[in-house]
């Protein structure tokens, strides 16, 4: 599976933007999908997933409430709306498809990754 991550851009303090991810292939009943981050000189942090179906939600502490992740297994997407942003949201984000239909938080579950797209949050 290849993943295409795109809709990142400047955003000022406060905004809001939806990222998309494009996966090559059908992906449905075995496959849950992630949203991660990694800002520079930091480790990749889990923000948030959704299982195969999109039933089943999980979001970090400290993201819960702004983000919204979402996925259309029809076409092959999923995105993650980001509302209230803040200058510490200064990422890379990155998405992700693990092997498992439920695959919770753990960066270790996630077998394919987009190549990124860069989100700043600045005045």
């Known amino acids: 599976v290849q993943l295409q991550a795109s809709g990142g851009g400047l955003v000022q303090p406060g905004g809001s933007l939806r990222l998309s991810c494009a996966a090559s292939?059908?992906?449905?009943?075995?496959?849950?999908m992630a949203w991660f981050r990694q800002a520079p000189g930091k480790e990749r942090e889990f923000l948030a997933s959704?299982?195969?179906?999109?039933?089943?939600?999980y979001y970090a502490d400290n993201i819960q409430g702004r983000f919204t992740i979402s996925r259309d297994n029809a076409k092959n997407m999923v995105y993650l709306q980001m509302n209230s942003l803040k200058p510490e949201d200064t990422a890379v984000y990155y998405c992700?498809?693990?092997?498992?239909?439920?695959?919770?938080?753990?960066?270790?579950?996630?077998?394919?990754w987009g190549q990124g797209t860069q989100l700043t949050v600045s005045s």
């Open positions: 992700a498809v693990s092997i498992f239909s439920n695959a919770g938080r753990d960066l270790t579950n996630y077998r394919y």
């Open positions: 292939r059908r992906t449905g009943s075995n496959n849950a």
């Open positions: 959704v299982n195969w179906n999109g039933g089943t939600t």
